[in-house]
């Protein structure tokens, strides 16, 4: 997709298939969603452990994919902090640092685990991740194209 309007940021829709590559996700349909300040993803069975003296965490995530299994993934627990949600209810959420890859970008960003269970999207992409790198419009979905197939 073009840049936006001589900004050289690049424009997605309101709705884009990502990866988070760090974590074994090819694909995850994620919600892009400038009101919301932090990213969010939805886990199952989340459990913390420790290695090597530092904090872990374990969870399953269910991508969205039509077909795919669920991925199961480890990550160091970054931090854990107030998020308060949509709704106005506050819960405290285990942050993870991970790469996100889209439309040919791959950073690293932070993400909570939370239930996410109801939502129509697994994972939420907020405006720190957004912020100085991509322009949004809210008329369009998926300008980043299909998700890549199953291997």
Do not use: C
């Not at 309007?5 to 074994?24: D, F, K, N, S, Y």
């Not at 993803?41 to 669920?70: C, K, M, N, Q, Y």
């Not at 957004?130 to 890549?148: E, I, K, M, T, Y």
């Amino acid at each position: 997709m073009a840049a936006g309007a001589g900004t050289g940021l690049i424009v997605l829709g309101w709705r884009e298939w990502v990866a988070l590559p760090a974590l074994g996700i090819a694909a995850i349909r994620a919600k892009v969603d400038t009101g919301a300040r932090s990213s969010s993803l939805h886990v199952d069975r989340l459990a913390t452990f420790e290695r090597d003296g530092t904090e872990w965490v374990r969870f399953s995530i269910d991508t969205g994919v039509d077909g795919a299994p669920e991925a199961s993934a480890e990550a160091p627990v970054a931090d854990r902090r107030p998020v308060t949600d949509s709704g106005g209810h506050t819960t405290r959420r285990i942050f993870i640092r991970t790469r996100l890859a889209l439309a040919g970008a791959d950073y690293e960003i932070e993400i909570n685990l939370t239930n996410r269970r109801n939502m129509l999207f697994p994972m939420l992409l907020g405006r720190t991740a957004l912020a100085r790198r991509f322009l949004v419009d809210a008329a369009h979905s998926f300008l980043q194209g299909d998700p890549p197939p199953l291997r």
